[in-house]
């Protein structure tokens, strides 16, 4: 179903850069949100890479973890820190299936990661260009390199299918994310 959105997008989204390694990375952050999903929570999943390597993996858990910073994002960052046992994590990439918001964009910072992939943009709270602009931004004193849209559809559908199906059933708001 190509949905609401016009013009009818192309069937391949996946920008030609994307690496087989990238697409298999994002295939497994797709699957950490689905760990997500089982657990009653916004289907969000990261994880983070290191010269070719997994450093760190999350999945979105406020709820269950009661604490407003447990996205997806956090989780994969704290775990990497504690795999090189750095807080830095430079030269590192971060997939995220949902464009990252605010305060991951700014941790994302504080760990010097070098570069983004994320799947679907987030247009109301997105903070690597879509709401807002943090990737670049001079205050924030390190440059993240943003690529966006790899398996954005299917990235996409999780966060869909999830919001129908919870409101099928009870009231949910869209700010749980
Ligand atoms: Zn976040």
């Known amino acids: 179903m190509q949905g ?11 920008p030609m850069f994307h690496t087989e390694t990238e697409m298999a990375l994002m295939q497994r952050a797709i699957e ?15 994880l983070i890479a290191l010269n070719g390597e997994v450093i760190g993996e999350g999945w979105n858990r406020p709820i269950l973890a009661h604490d407003p910073t447990a996205h997806a994002e956090i989780e994969a960052l704290r775990e990497a820190g504690r795999q090189v046992q750095n ?3 430079v030269g590192a990439t971060l997939f995220v299936t949902l464009e990252p918001c605010v305060m991951c964009m700014g941790a994302i910072s504080h760990a010097r990661i070098q570069r983004v992939i994320y799947g679907a ?8 260009g879509s709401a807002l602009q943090l990737a670049d931004a001079d205050f924030l004193n390190h440059r993240v390199e943003v690529t966006g849209g790899l398996y954005g559809e299917a990235c996409s559908n999780l966060l869909l299918d999830f919001f129908r199906a919870r409101r099928s059933t009870s009231s949910v ?3 749980e994310i």
């Not at 609401?4 to 996946?14: E, Q, R, V, W």
């Not at 950490?32 to 009653?40: E, F, R, S, T, W």
């Not at 943009?121 to 690597?128: C, F, S, T, V, W």
Request: charged share 25%; glycine share 8%; no cysteine.
């Open 4 to 14: 609401s959105l016009s013009p009818p997008k192309p069937k391949n989204k996946i």
């Open 87 to 89: 807080y830095r994590l």
């Open 173 to 175: 708001r869209s700010s």
């Open 121 to 128: 943009p987030d247009p109301k709270r997105g903070a690597a």
């Open 32 to 46: 950490l949100a689905l760990k997500a999903q089982a657990a009653g929570e916004v289907p969000v999943g990261a």
